[in-house]
Structure formats: structure tokens, C-alpha cells
């Protein structure tokens, strides 16, 4: 069992782990500075306030979908609304990260159906879209800030996983944007990030 991987609750099937995709946003944290927080992401209708705001929001609803305590976090559209970063989120975020990872450690998240961004889907596959999430959104920051990002390869590939078309893409619609073609033989993580809809050459200077 490595690091990214811990049993699930049969004890037959690992189940993977999100501390160190939670751990690689938490490094870049240090690095965004105030006068940071208006530039530009990947994500057009996003600066970097509203991905770290954004991070916190879904860290939230994906630790209660793993306690299975649903309702106001669980229920809402991460779209009803623009994400408004709190005042304290240096140290809201890591918080809140940590507790997102344990609560998909604990005992039944994995298992039984759950709810998050308003959608009733099954644990296994909640805990996945919140990996997802974190190596996604910890890549957007980390271009958008200029710090190095390097995911660890049980998590990009459970992203890729997860992000590659299927016969059946209702799953992608409205959250993942047309996937963006990379050149045979591209590193994993850009392979994963054309999968999410996004350029893996973006820089800042393409939003000006």
C-alpha cells in the first residue's frame, strides 16, 4: 500500500488517498501573496480569490458528502453563486483540506450513495471527483502563480481515469469544458489537464 492508497472498508479494493493532492494546494499557499489574489487563472471567470475560494467551498461539500451529512453544504450548485474567499483563508483552507481528507479515511465514506454540488452519485465516485478536483484546481494555481506542481501518480491517475470521454459524457457537461488535444507522449499531467477542457502551455499572459 503506498501513500496515496489506503484499504477500503471490505478490505479487498484500495481506495485512493487525497492527503497528498490536499498537501500540494496547501505548498502553494505560502507563495500568494495579496497583491496575487486579482490575477488571472486558467479558469476565465476565475481569478486566484475566487479558485481559492472556490477549493474551500468544495472541500467543505466533499467532506460532509464523505460523512454523509447532507444538506445546505451538500445541496448547492458550486454555479448558484460566485465564491467569495474568507478573510482568514490561509488558515481556513488548510484546515478545511485536512479535514476533507480525513473524513474520506473515515469508516463508510467510500460506500452507499452521497450527495455534492446538488447531485446524488455514489461514495466511490464522489471521493474521485473531489481528488479530481484538488489536482485540477491545484494545478490552476499553480499557473497561475508560477510555482511548480507535480501531483502524485496514484491521484493523476485517478484524474485521468475519471476525465477520459466515455460513450456516456452527461457527466461532463457543464462541468468540464471541450478537452483540449495534447501531442502523443505528453507528461501524464498534461495529458490530465487537456482532459479537464484547459491548455497546458497556459500562462497569464494569455489573459491579457
Same mark, same amino acid.
Given at each position: ?47 486566484? !480569490? ?39 483563508? !490561509? ?118
Amino acid at each position: 500500500m503506498t501513500a496515496s492508497a489506503t484499504p477500503a472498508a471490505s478490505g479487498a479494493t484500495p481506495v485512493p488517498d487525497l492527503r497528498s493532492a490536499a498537501d500540494g494546494i496547501v505548498r502553494l499557499l505560502p507563495h500568494i501573496g495579496d497583491e496575487k489574489l486579482g490575477d488571472p487563472t486558467p479558469c476565465p471567470a476565475y481569478a486566484v !480569490r475566487e479558485i481559492l475560494a472556490h477549493i474551500h467551498g468544495l472541500a467543505t461539500a466533499f467532506r460532509d458528502a464523505a460523512r454523509k451529512d447532507l444538506g445546505p453544504t451538500t445541496e448547492g450548485s458550486p454555479d448558484d453563486e460566485r465564491p467569495v474567499l474568507a478573510d482568514d483563508w !490561509r488558515t481556513a483552507i488548510p484546515q478545511r483540506l485536512d479535514e476533507l481528507v480525513e473524513a474520506w479515511r473515515g469508516p463508510g465514506a467510500w460506500e452507499g450513495m452521497t450527495q455534492a454540488g446538488g447531485v446524488t452519485l455514489p461514495g466511490a465516485v464522489a471521493g474521485r471527483v473531489a481528488l479530481n478536483e484538488l489536482v485540477i484546481h491545484g494545478w490552476d494555481l499553480a499557473r497561475a502563480t508560477g510555482r511548480p506542481y507535480a501531483p502524485d501518480e496514484a491521484s493523476m491517475a485517478v484524474s485521468r481515469e475519471l476525465l477520459t470521454p466515455t460513450g456516456d459524457d452527461g457527466m461532463r457537461e457543464g462541468i468540464f469544458g471541450p478537452v483540449v488535444a495534447v501531442p502523443d507522449g505528453a507528461p501524464l499531467l498534461d495529458r490530465i489537464v487537456g482532459l479537464s477542457g484547459r491548455r497546458p502551455g497556459w500562462t497569464p499572459a494569455d489573459a491579457r
